[in-house]
């Protein structure tokens, strides 16, 4: 488990998120997992995907790993808990869980390795200092 | 506009919702009225989706109609408001509104023709009559 | 029925398309029509929307109706038919008819009405001559 | 990589498929990895999930994980590849691999680890004779 400080976001289970399982859809834990960075980015380090943007910075997905442990359905809302694991030269391993708020029971876990990328040149980027004293909370 | 109960829902955008051109997808629209009334149903009306498949009964939609004034975009939060807006024999049309939270700026606005059918017969099915009073709200 | 030409385009259903219902999600079809404009714009009228793009316009849509008379399920291949219905000084509006490949039998119809953009200015463009002969095929 | 026979199915991009970076959303890859195994277990192993679903059974995703290295764009096409990559007693391992259609580049890879499960219980399901001689070609 990281040392770095853990947050977490809900997530309410919306329809169109229900796949023919009557679960939610599998590739949709990816997109919890990236509302909650959003919403932290912004809440939780101070500076939101707009102040990457500003900068000519923005993150892209390397790779990621997510393990099922219980289906989320219809009705329920999703906590997803994130952490930095480690922080590179040019990117950031995100840790999450993602539990069921009505019984803190783990839906998914597993992990996301962001780049840091320049827009205009479309190539890695070394992370800034003040941007890893911001993740290194 | 109906006399009828209207009900409010709040759906915050999440980075899958927003298209190419960096606004909510027209799609997801409808699927925010989706989300908002199955809201509604279960906690307005006291009669959750769930409550109707227990009966055999379904909801599908007939026909759909939206109008799009202003785009909502990432950070932004939707609140949907929905009214019935007229009772039939097989079904009921459902006025929506679409506000923008931060300036209850109007951003989309249309209705949704419901059916109501049997879900073994896969026909429509008469508004039984206690359906139709929880709905006269 | 239009006076300009009907373009199709074919559309198989995807599971990810597939709601708790067991059909295509009433949402996607829009999505479908989508597609298939896009298809059709560089196809049939032979110019791609990024050819829009690089003039600094964009479509958005200002409305559009949707009547569904079956569903598509997993493993059906939608055939969509879209036609100018007709032009104005800012728009356009298309028709569209959603067939199922397998009986020909109708899925879905409607129209959407869409609004030429400046893209700078965010604002309602009048369409160019060319634009406007390109549609009058 | 596996000695069991390697598929293909072509997915045309869809522009609901596009984000905000004007790429193929993330979580969309393991959606076109969904829908080529739909098509491989019907059009190329002879058993598509219908015939699971049948016999009460039907396959859920255990694990996944996922490396992206070049983006896909609309218009593109993906060419996605996959392979059983080992057989185990209540489940089967995926690998997988997506091209871009037009330079034959890889976009991603990675696996999915799927379990068979009896419907009705929800609980993991020994691989039948015959399902497993099915996947061995």
Redo the contacts between chains.
Sequence with gaps: MSSYSRFRTR?PV???D?????HV????Y??YV??AR?DQM?RCYGM???AFLERGL?W?????????KRPLR??DIAEVETAIAAIGKHGVKVEFEILKEADGKTVAK?WFDYTLVCVAKGRPQIIPGDVAAIYSI
């Design positions: 997530i919306r329809p169109d229900i796949d023919m399982n009557r859809h599998n590739s949709k990816s997109d990236l509302a959003y912004e939101a995907m707009d923005s892209v997905v390397r790779a990621s790993y997510i393990e099922h219809l009705g597993g």
